[in-house]
C-alpha cells in the first residue's frame, strides 16, 4: 500500500503503524463515548438514559482493569528494551488516553445531574445531596443505619496497598489519624426507600451515607474521603496438560492472584489530608496521573438497582421500554417433533426477538426423546440458574452428556466452576479448554438413533449459551440436521476431548487454524471480482474490527473497487473514506436498547455468508477456538441478503456512522421520511411471525 500522511489525524492514530489505523483504545473510548451520549439523547425514555450512564460505568471499570493494564504493560517493556521510539508513541498516547478519560468523567458527572434532577421531576429522588433536617437526610439516615452501619467493621491501621480489585466491590473509608475502614463487599452500593403517599423513591449512593453519618472514633474536626482501587485484570494463562482435577484449583488460584493484581487506577470522593492522594499514589507504585475523581459517585454503575426497581409506568409517565416477553416461534410451542420439522429444512433463531425458550424447547425435546443418545454442549458462559442446567443433569441420568466448559471466561471463572462442579456431581462428563487457546465457539451436538444409524442435530450460535443475556444481546443462531455440519461438530467435540485443535472441517471455518486465512481469501476473491467488472459486495457485522492484516486486506479492497458495509459496535482502528485508501468503505456502529453481539461476514460474488462467534481482532483469530459456520439453506440466506444486512444498513435513529477524520456522527432520515430504528424493526418482524418473508 503506498504511503499515507498522517497529519490531519494526529488525535486518532496509531503511530507505530505504516497504515492508517485509529489506535484500538482510542477507538474503545469513543465506542464508550457513543454509549453515554445515549444517556443525554432527550428523545430516550427516562430510565433508559440512565441504564446508558451505568453502562458507560462499568464499561469503564473493565477498560482500566484490561486495556489500560495491558498498555502499561507494554510501555514498561518497551522502556526495559530501550526502544525510544515506541516508548514515546505509547507514552503520548496514555496520556492522549488519560486526558480524554478525564473530560468523560466530566461528562459522567454532568450527565448524572441533568437525570437526576428530571427524576426528580418524576418523583423519583436521585440524592446528589444530603441538607441537613430535611426529610431526605433522616430517610438517609434510617437506611444508613439500617442496611450499612451494621455490617461495617471496626476502624484499623491498614495500608492502601493492600485492598482489594474493585471486581468485588471493595472500597476504603479513610480517617484522620490513618485510620481506614474497609468497606464490606456485601453491601449494597445504591439504597432505596419508597413511599406510597406520596407515591415516591428516594435513592442513595452508599459512598454518600458514608461519608456522611460516618463518626468516627477521633475527636474534633476532620474530613473523611473513600476510595477505589482498580488492579490488573489482564490475565491471559495456558492450561498445561494435566489432569481435569488439577484444573479447577488452577483456575482457582489464578482468579485469587487477579484480586492482588497490580494496582492501576485509584478513585476518590469526598475530602482528604493535604499531600494524601499523592502519598497513596506513591504508595500503589504509580504516579498522580492514574488517580481519578468519581464522578459524584464510586459507584455509577450501581444505577441499574434503579433501573430495575421502578416500575416501568411510574405514575402517568412510562419510563422505561415496556418490551413483552419475545414470541416464541410457533413451531417451538407445538406438540411435534422438532426433529423432524429440522430434518425438512434449517431453522434461524434471532435473539432476542425470537426467544431463548425456543432453545430450551429443543433441549425439552432432546432430554426427554429415548432416541436420542447422547448431547454435547460447550459453555463460555451461562446462568447458573439456567434452565438448561437442569436438563443436562436430567439428560445424564440415561444418556451419554458432555459439555466442555471454558473456565477462563474472563469474570465468570468462579461462576464457571461452579457450573462444571454441579454437572459433575449429575453425572455429566466435564471437559476443560486448553493450552492457550480459550474455547469461544457456541455449539451443541444432539446425536439421536433413526433406523439403526445415527442422526446428528446441530445448533450453533454467536453467542453463549445464558439465558440472561439472551435477553438482552442480539445474536442468531441456527439449527440444522445437514450432515456434514453434523460431521464437523462431531470432528470438533473428539479434537477438543482430546485436547488438540481441531482442522479439516467439511463446511466449518475454525480459528486459529483457517478463518483468518479464510476471510482474507474471501476478500481477495472479491477484489478479483470487482477488477473483472463484476458486482462485488462485502458486509461484515462484528464486535470490534482492530486486526491490522484484515484492515489492509479491506483498504486493498476498496482500492479495487469493491463495495464494503461494515456495522462495528466497539472499537474500530479503520478509517473509512480516505482518498486512495478506504473510499468504498463505510462503517456504522449501532448502540440501542439491545447489546449488538451477533456477527455476520457475507461476500457477495462469491455468494458465502457465515455467522461466527468471532470478531475480526488478533486475539480471535489467533487465541480463540472459533466457529464461522456457513449459512446454507437458501430460504434463511434470501431472509439475510434481503432483509437483515438492508436493515441494519438502513438505521437512521440509532446508527452513528465514522468518518475520513476518525470522528463519529449521527445518521439522519432522508427529508419526510421517520427515521429507521433497525431494533424495533426485528422485534415487529418477529411478534408478526415474520409475515412477508421466507420465514413466515
Not at 423513591?201 to 474536626?221: A, I, K, Q, S, Y
Not at 488492579?231 to 492472584?257: C, F, H, T, W
Not at 459486495?537 to 479491506?554: C, G, P, Q
Request: glycine share 4%.
Amino acid at each position: 500500500m503506498k504511503p499515507f500522511r498522517f497529519s490531519r489525524f494526529l488525535r486518532f492514530l496509531d503511530f507505530s503503524s505504516d497504515i492508517p489505523l485509529v489506535h484500538r483504545d482510542l477507538s474503545w473510548l469513543q465506542f464508550n463515548e457513543r454509549v453515554l451520549s445515549e444517556a443525554c439523547k432527550s428523545t430516550h425514555l427516562l430510565l433508559e438514559r440512565l441504564k446508558f450512564l451505568a453502562i458507560s460505568a462499568s464499561n469503564l471499570d473493565e477498560f482500566f482493569s484490561i486495556r489500560v493494564s495491558s498498555l502499561d504493560k507494554s510501555l514498561a517493556k518497551a522502556r526495559r528494551q530501550l526502544e525510544l521510539q515506541k516508548s514515546r508513541e505509547l507514552a503520548e498516547t496514555k496520556d492522549q488516553l488519560f486526558r480524554s478519560i478525564r473530560k468523560f468523567t466530566e461528562t459522567q458527572k454532568d450527565t448524572l445531574q441533568k437525570i437526576s434532577e428530571e427524576l426528580a421531576s418524576r418523583n423519583i429522588f436521585l440524592h446528589l445531596d444530603l441538607p441537613r433536617k430535611r426529610p431526605a437526610f433522616f430517610r438517609a439516615k434510617e437506611l444508613f443505619d439500617e442496611h450499612v452501619a451494621p455490617g461495617l467493621p471496626a476502624p484499623e491501621r491498614f495500608q492502601i496497598k493492600l485492598l482489594s480489585t474493585l471486581e468485588t466491590l471493595q472500597a476504603a473509608v479513610i480517617l484522620p489519624g490513618g485510620f481506614w475502614i474497609k468497606v464490606p463487599k456485601h453491601l449494597p452500593c445504591l439504597l432505596s426507600k419508597s413511599s406510597l403517599k406520596p407515591q415516591s423513591w428516594d435513592f442513595f449512593f452508599l459512598d454518600h451515607l458514608l461519608l456522611h453519618f460516618l463518626n468516627p472514633p477521633v475527636e474534633g474536626r476532620w474530613n473523611a474521603g473513600i476510595v477505589r482501587l482498580t488492579r490488573d485484570g489482564d490475565y491471559e494463562y495456558d492450561l498445561p496438560d494435566m489432569d481435569n482435577k488439577a484444573i479447577p484449583q488452577l483456575i482457582q488460584s489464578k482468579v485469587e492472584n487477579r484480586e492482588r493484581g497490580r494496582p492501576i487506577r485509584l478513585q476518590y470522593f469526598g475530602n482528604f489530608p493535604k499531600g494524601f492522594l499523592e502519598q497513596a499514589a506513591s504508595a500503589l507504585g504509580f504516579d498522580k496521573t492514574h488517580v481519578f475523581p468519581a464522578p459524584e459517585s464510586l459507584f455509577l454503575q450501581s444505577l441499574w438497582n434503579l433501573y430495575r426497581s421502578v416500575p416501568q409506568t411510574f405514575g402517568k409517565a412510562q419510563l422505561r421500554f415496556n418490551f413483552s416477553k419475545a414470541p416464541t416461534p410457533p413451531l417451538f410451542k407445538k406438540s411435534h417433533s422438532l426433529f423432524e420439522k429440522i430434518k425438512e429444512r434449517d431453522l434461524l433463531l434471532h435473539h432476542p426477538y425470537d426467544s431463548f425458550d425456543a432453545f430450551i424447547k429443543f433441549m425439552e425435546q432432546a432430554v426427554d426423546d429415548p432416541d436420542v443418545v447422547s448431547i454435547e454442549q460447550t459453555v463460555y458462559r451461562m446462568d447458573p440458574s439456567s434452565p438448561l442446567i437442569e436438563l443436562l443433569k436430567k439428560a445424564a441420568q440415561t444418556k451419554k452428556v458432555k459439555v466442555v466448559i471454558e473456565l477462563r471466561a474472563r469474570f465468570d471463572e468462579l461462576n464457571n466452576l461452579k457450573i462444571a462442579s454441579e454437572l459433575k456431581n449429575a453425572g455429566v462428563k466435564v471437559f476443560f479448554g486448553f493450552g492457550k487457546l480459550k474455547l469461544h465457539a457456541k455449539v451443541t451436538l444432539v446425536s439421536r438413533k433413526e433406523n439403526s444409524a445415527l442422526k446428528w442435530y446441530t445448533h450453533l450460535s454467536t453467542g453463549n449459551y445464558h439465558s440472561g443475556t439472551a435477553q438482552t444481546y442480539t445474536d442468531l443462531a441456527i439449527l440444522t440436521s445437514n450432515p456434514e455440519m453434523g460431521m464437523d461438530a462431531r470432528h470438533f467435540f473428539d479434537s477438543v476431548y482430546e485436547r488438540k485443535i481441531p482442522s479439516g472441517f467439511k463446511k466449518w471455518v475454525v480459528a486459529p487454524d483457517r478463518l483468518s486465512k479464510k476471510v482474507h481469501a474471501l476478500i481477495e476473491q472479491e477484489m478479483v471480482a470487482a477488477r473483472a467488472g463484476k458486482k462485488a459486495r462485502i458486509f461484515a457485522k462484528v464486535n470490534a474490527l482492530v486486526d491490522k492484516d484484515t484492515i489492509e486486506a479491506l483498504y486493498l479492497a476498496s482500492q479495487a473497487g469493491v463495495q464494503i458495509d461494515l456495522v462495528v459496535r466497539g472499537a474500530c482502528s479503520l478509517i473509512p473514506g480516505l482518498k486512495g485508501v478506504s473510499e468504498n468503505i463505510r462503517v456504522l456502529s449501532i448502540i440501542d436498547y439491545f447489546l449488538e453481539h451477533s456477527r455476520i461476514y457475507y461476500f457477495e460474488s462469491s455468494n458465502q455468508l457465515y455467522l461466527s462467534s468471532a470478531d475480526w481482532m488478533p486475539r480471535n483469530f489467533l487465541r480463540r477456538l472459533e466457529i464461522a459456520f456457513p449459512v446454507l439453506d437458501p430460504i434463511i440466506s434470501r431472509f439475510f441478503t434481503e432483509v437483515v444486512l438492508p436493515s441494519y444498513l438502513k438505521d437512521t435513529a440509532q446508527a452513528k456512522e465514522l468518518t475520513p477524520q476518525g470522528s463519529w456522527r449521527n445518521r439522519s432520515a432522508s427529508k419526510g421520511e421517520p427515521a429507521f430504528r433497525s431494533q424495533f424493526f426485528f422485534r415487529e418482524l418477529a411478534e408478526s411471525k415474520y409475515k412477508g418473508t421466507g420465514l413466515e
